[in-house]
């Protein structure tokens, strides 16, 4: 027995030891939004195995903490879901997705298209049955999202409204948790990523989306620039990118990463 | 209320409790075990971790757990010993030290996420790390397992004590041959509960030990964890739901996998020398 | 010169009782260090709240204004009393489930039984906190919102965390049963006590004060869970009204806004995390009242 722990803590050591031969000028580190991170992440993984020799490290804790890191230096890169603020002209952002936002109730709610005031009354609580918006006699279950969200900045933008006038009865986090949400709940509405939402309704969950302001919402719709919600993805770098920096965001707004822009749901930028 | 009644009672509870276990068991297979099979667990994540196989995070995970353990149980053990054996029952430094450890136990796991990114991978350096991820499990772990550990060690009949004195033996002595040994159940209980924080744990883990999915090469890189995996996939990625209950699934095998590994060696170290009088 | 003879130095160093005296020693430093971790994650707290803390003071945390952030409206009371409510709810549950199950393990099942539920209470202690609001998202939400809507509640909180923490209570509670001197249930077996009144009378209230200690770390784990409640209560800061109530607890807020907060907004949602730790530290002050007696047999 005494030779096993020898040889474990042996093992350990060695493993201890080893170090990251990589470092310096080839290594990036991006954090930031968890809502880009499995696309960066993706898009890291094709860059470095197209450039052996290169690390390229991607890590969450949400958009501010991306701004935050992008200025104070502790990320070469920070991924941000939004556009950037005027207080955040610091920094330089490099579009290389866009994400429509858009609403969906549950499939059985009979209720096809609601207008931007009908949406409004929901929200507010105005109105609190699905009978006084088109649909069944069934209370109305509203989902918000949670403050800072840039998702929830977007919505109140649009309508007009403060997060205070909302009259909630769930707050979600991430996407999913919409998602999940509203497909168990037949009185539900909310917002969440159309891409995402499309996926959910072509495999079965029982969601539908809305049109908005009379136009339906596809990710086409979204690229073309004719859906009027959505919000940019954006890598952020502060002064000018390192030379490693500048190669993966020139490979991010590249065409070859289409497919993993789709792959995540999301909308690649239309050709200039 | 009778002794029949009492023992239906407890019957039923334990029913009951069993069996709302099995639903979820039972939800976890259903909705994973499509997505399961051996090139799951032996291949790495591709398309966000949607498909391919989740190899390097299991690495990662076991990684994380070693550290934890092998920094919070010595550790943790010599706390409970000295709480139990050398300080004085009635002195200051007893309550407040444990005073100290309840409290501890209470602090929410992402405001560890939190501290264990300020001091452990920015203060101390140690950044984006297993190592970094590791230390911060083992600040949760610790009160958790001082906590059982000791209660078990106070609840050794004085007798022995008392036995062992007579003996000649001195205090170290008398810990290492016949106190932690009859104290073994709830050490073992303290390293079950320590274990299943660790396993259980994501909010800590997303700030210290990381998102990175490629294999570690040592303790000083980033790795995912199965449970940070397994949010990622469930609550943010699209599509990615059967692979995060397969991953579920997975995680479920390492936590027994490494119940039963500190049930064994609680038992080979401490052994089963000591009978019950 | 004689102090440095070796034979001297040996005898003086190694005999039993230094060593007992540098166990002692050591394992002390070991005690303490434990302890100002603590601190550490105290002073972390506070200097992350300080901005808050001395902009307006504790105060403004109990004002009635609602939870508005971004607007400077800080008011935390419908959360807190959430965190309490849920954690309350919970341990009601999990307590005599708990409870219950260390006692069947302990002297009503038959060996494999008994190995098999405490295998699966150990299994239930690890699985992750978003393994079980999935299922509580998935599965149990819709449930309630059946009887109510929204179906994501308090109530759903509770029977989460109930779940949660049902493994620490029975687990160390079994422990704390299995430590009983077997001559104290032996004497109550001799003086022809029923099985119900030697568990009741005689074994729970001589393992009381492990019991207790197992509840204390079940409660601290309750208030400080954070993705599980995220998941299934629904989070409107508003106050625990009924147990269909959507409501957000303290722990959920700092994991829902953390992300994206700057500031003031960031610097109070530290400030709520101090509040939970210093209840938690009430709460143990409280219980180590309850169970200031004899530790040693």
Request: contains cysteine.
């Amino acid at each position: 027995m005494k030779t096993r722990l020898f040889l474990l803590i042996a093992g350990f050591l060695t493993v201890l030891s080893g170090s990251s031969a990589i470092a310096g000028e080839n290594k990036l580190v991006l954090t930031g939004s968890s809502t880009v991170a499995p696309l960066a992440l993706e898009i890291a993984k094709r860059l470095e195995k197209e450039n052996p020799g290169i690390r390229v490290d991607v890590q969450t804790g949400g958009s501010s903490r991306g701004i935050n890191d992008a200025r104070m230096g502790l990320a070469d890169v920070g991924m941000v879901s939004r556009a950037l603020k005027p207080e955040e002209s610091d920094l330089t952002p490099y579009t290389i997705a866009m994400d429509g936002i858009g609403m969906i109730v549950h499939k059985s709610n009979p209720v096809q298209k609601l207008s931007d005031e009908q949406i409004k009354d929901i929200y507010t609580g105005a109105i609190e049955n699905w009978k006084d918006a088109g649909g069944t006699d069934m209370p109305i279950t509203v989902v918000n999202k949670a403050e800072g969200r840039s998702t929830l900045e977007l919505f109140l933008h649009h309508f007009s409204l403060k997060n205070s006038e909302i009259k909630a009865d769930v707050v979600i986090g991430d996407n999913q948790q919409g998602i999940k949400t509203v497909s168990g709940n037949l009185g539900s509405i909310g917002y969440v990523s159309i891409g995402t939402a499309e996926y959910e309704e072509q495999h079965g969950t029982p969601i539908r989306l809305l049109p908005m302001e009379g136009i339906p919402a596809t990710g086409e719709n979204v690229q073309k620039e004719t859906f009027p919600l959505s919000r940019q993805l954006n890598l952020v770098v502060k002064n000018t990118p390192s030379p490693l920096a500048r190669k993966f965001i020139k490979y991010a707004q590249s065409k070859d990463v289409h497919d993993l822009i789709e792959a995540q749901f999301f909308v690649p930028l239309a050709d200039e | 209320m009778g002794d029949r009644i009492f023992s239906f009672i407890v019957w039923t509870s334990a029913a009951l409790v069993g069996s709302i276990f099995l639903w979820i068991l039972g939800d976890i297979v259903l909705k994973g075990f499509s997505h399961f099979s051996l090139s799951f667990l032996l291949e790495h994540p591709e398309d966000a971790g949607r498909s391919g196989g989740i190899f390097p995070i299991i690495i990662s995970t076991a990684l994380i757990l070693l550290v934890a353990i092998g920094v919070s149980v010595p550790f943790g053990l010599g706390v409970a010993i000295w709480l139990a054996e050398f300080s004085k029952q009635s002195g200051k430094a007893v309550s407040s030290t444990r005073l100290t450890l309840d409290v501890l136990a209470g602090v929410p796991s992402i405001v560890y996420g939190l501290f264990g990114n300020a001091f452990f991978s920015i203060f101390l350096g140690l950044g984006f790390s297993i190592l970094s991820g590791g230390l911060t499990l083992a600040c949760m772990i610790l009160p958790v397992f001082i906590r059982t550990a000791e209660t078990g060690l106070s609840s050794v009949n004085h007798s022995w004590r008392a036995g062992a004195a007579a003996l000649g033996m001195n205090k170290t002595a008398a810990i290492w041959h016949i106190l932690l040994p009859s104290a073994a159940p709830a050490i073992v209980a303290g390293l079950v509960l320590g274990i299943g924080r660790a396993t259980a744990e994501t909010a800590a883990l997303i700030f210290t030990s990381g998102y990175v999915d490629r294999m570690p090469g040592s303790l000083m890189d980033s790795g995912r964890a199965l449970a940070v995996h397994i949010y990622d996939l469930s609550m943010n990625v699209t599509g990615g739901d059967s692979a995060a209950y397969a991953s579920a699934l997975t995680l479920i095998a390492v936590i027994i996998a490494f119940n039963i590994m500190a049930q064994t060696m609680t038992d080979q170290w401490l052994g089963k020398r000591v009978q019950r009088a | 010169m004689i102090l440095l003879k070796p034979s001297f130095l040996y005898r003086l160093l190694m005999n039993k009782w230094s060593i007992d005296r540098g166990a002692s020693a050591f394992l002390a430093v070991l005690a303490g260090l434990s302890a100002s971790l603590l601190v550490l994650v105290v002073i972390f707290l506070g200097k992350e709240s300080w901005p808050v803390l001395s902009h307006g003071g504790w105060h403004m945390f109990l004002s009635g204004s609602g939870w508005y952030p971004l607007e400077g409206q800080f008011g935390l009371t419908p959360m807190i009393l959430a965190s309490l409510a849920m954690m309350a709810g919970a341990i009601i549950l999990a307590v005599p489930f708990g409870l219950a199950g260390a006692i069947f393990v302990r002297f009503y099942a038959p060996p494999v039984l008994a190995g098999t539920y405490k295998a699966m209470m150990a299994l239930l202690a690890g699985i992750p906190s978003v393994v079980f609001g999935l299922w509580g998202l998935t599965v149990l939400v819709p449930l309630i919102g059946q009887i109510q809507p929204p179906g994501s509640s308090l109530l759903a909180a509770i029977l989460i965390l109930a779940l949660m923490i049902l493994p620490t209570v029975a687990l160390t509670s079994f422990a704390a049963l299995e430590a009983i001197p077997h001559n104290i249930l032996n004497g109550a077996q001799a003086l022809g006590m029923t099985r119900k009144g030697q568990i009741l009378f005689v074994a729970v209230p001589a393992a009381r004060a492990s019991i207790i200690g197992g509840i204390l770390l079940a409660m601290a784990r309750a208030l400080g869970e954070t993705m599980a409640v995220l998941m299934v209560a629904g989070n409107v800061v508003q106050n625990p009204d009924s147990l269909f109530t959507s409501v957000r607890a303290l722990t959920a807020n700092i994991a829902l806004e953390m992300a994206y907060a700057n500031d003031l907004h960031r610097a109070s949602l530290f400030a709520s995390g101090l509040f939970l730790t210093a209840l938690v530290f009430l709460l143990s002050w409280l219980a180590s009242y309850s169970s200031k007696d004899v530790r040693h047999g």
